[in-house]
């Protein structure tokens, strides 16, 4: 059965960096695009970022280009999510999402747990 386990988020402060990962499996990684959503306390959710099925094609979310960067490694089947200079506002658990047939959220047919990111002094 497909599963997405995500992994690597924590505390951290303002300014600082953190990788969260997604393990995928149970279907072909590398014939899907792949998401990373993320809900902060109180919000609904928000996209942050979208990949390609090679890892050529990256979008972003406004509120995190230029901070952010996802990859990808189908060998792995791994997704990743590079987050630096963190903001406060960047607190939040971040889910990953497998793409289905469609671009927006409501098109993504599976879920990980989701990773709570927290950054605070």
């Known amino acids: 059965q497909v599963q997405l386990v995500e992994s690597g988020g924590g505390l951290v402060q303002p300014g600082g960096s953190l990788r969260v990962s997604c393990a995928a499996s149970?279907?072909?990684?590398?014939?899907?695009?792949m998401s990373w959503v993320r809900q902060a306390p109180g919000k609904g959710l928000e996209w942050v970022s979208s990949?390609?099925?090679?890892?050529?094609?990256?979008y972003y979310a406004d509120s995190v280009k230029g901070r952010f960067t996802i990859s990808r490694d189908n060998v792995r089947n791994t997704l990743y999510l590079q987050m630096n200079s963190l903001k406060p506002e960047d607190t939040a658990l971040y889910y990953c999402a497998r793409v289905g047939d469609g671009l927006t959220m409501e098109s993504y047919d599976y879920w990980g747990q989701g990773t709570q990111v927290t950054v605070s002094l």
């Open positions: 149970g279907f072909t990684f590398s014939t899907y695009y």
């Open positions: 990949i390609n099925f090679g890892g050529g094609g990256t």
